[in-house]
């Protein structure tokens, strides 16, 4: 165990677990887009589809737990990586060049991700820590974004969540190993197609349930 400790400790094991943990998320969010997609198909389908999370019982806490470890692992390992950053260069360079692929996806990473963490549990406590007895999580999809403050919330949001994913999903790639000049322009424009994906996805939702509500 010693080498996976020695491994984990240095700067390229922390960017490989900050590699695969961001995997598993792009992977959490396709899912989960697809999920949230039933709201087009009315209520019944929506609730349909919730119900059947909810049957999956154990199955589900089990992926709460997991989501819940990866997030503080890609969450803590992330901090350490800019803090070492910032200690290895304490003086901002005189010109800031968008060169080796800088981008504002990439400049901006620690940040977004410190905003994407804060929208999560603001998310968290609206439609997942709510008492449900009297009301289903339809009706509460409806109240949150019936108001326009929730909604204008939600749609920065995930414009930040497209920004962070633009260059978090080719980068991953680029961490593992997985790169090379011949596919990796494929793989920049893989990434973007999923990060426009994911922010059109995510925010024509409250859009179109605030025009139902």
Same mark, same amino acid.
């Given at each position: 165990m010693n080498w996976l400790t020695n491994t984990l400790g240095t700067s390229i094991g922390k960017k490989l677990m900050m590699a695969v943990t961001g995997f598993c998320f792009c992977g959490f969010l396709a899912v989960h887009l697809i999920g949230n997609l039933t709201i087009y198909g009315g209520k019944d389908f929506f609730l349909s589809y919730v119900e059947h999370l909810h049957s999956l019982g154990v199955l589900i806490t089990v992926a709460e737990w997991g989501l819940? =470890?990866? /997030?503080?692992?890609? =969450? %803590? #390992?992330? %901090?350490?990586?800019?803090?070492?950053?910032?200690?290895? $260069?304490?003086?901002? !360079?005189?010109? &800031?060049? /968008? /060169?080796?692929? $800088? #981008? =504002?996806?990439? /400049?901006?990473?620690? !940040? #977004?991700? +410190?905003?994407?963490? %804060?929208?999560? %549990?603001?998310?968290?406590? #609206?439609? $997942?820590?709510?008492?449900?007895? &009297? +009301?289903?999580?339809?009706?509460?999809?409806?109240?949150?974004?019936?108001?326009?403050?929730y909604v204008l919330i939600y749609l920065v949001a995930v414009i930040i969540v497209a920004f962070h994913v633009s260059h978090g999903f080719w980068s991953l790639f680029q961490t593992l190993g997985l790169n090379h000049p011949k596919y990796m322009p494929f793989i920049m424009g893989l990434g973007i197609v999923f990060s426009i994906v994911v922010g059109v996805g995510f925010g024509f939702i409250p859009i179109y349930v605030s025009l139902i509500a």
């Open positions: 819940l =470890i990866l /997030a503080l692992i890609h =969450i %803590l #390992t992330g %901090l350490t990586l800019f803090y070492q950053n910032l200690q290895a $260069r304490p003086v901002k !360079y005189q010109v &800031n060049k /968008a /060169a080796g692929g $800088r #981008t =504002i996806g990439s /400049a901006t990473m620690p !940040y #977004t991700g +410190i905003l994407i963490l %804060l929208f999560v %549990l603001l998310h968290l406590f #609206t439609f $997942r820590f709510v008492d449900k007895t &009297n +009301i289903t999580d339809f009706n509460i999809l409806i109240q949150t974004f019936a108001g326009f403050g």
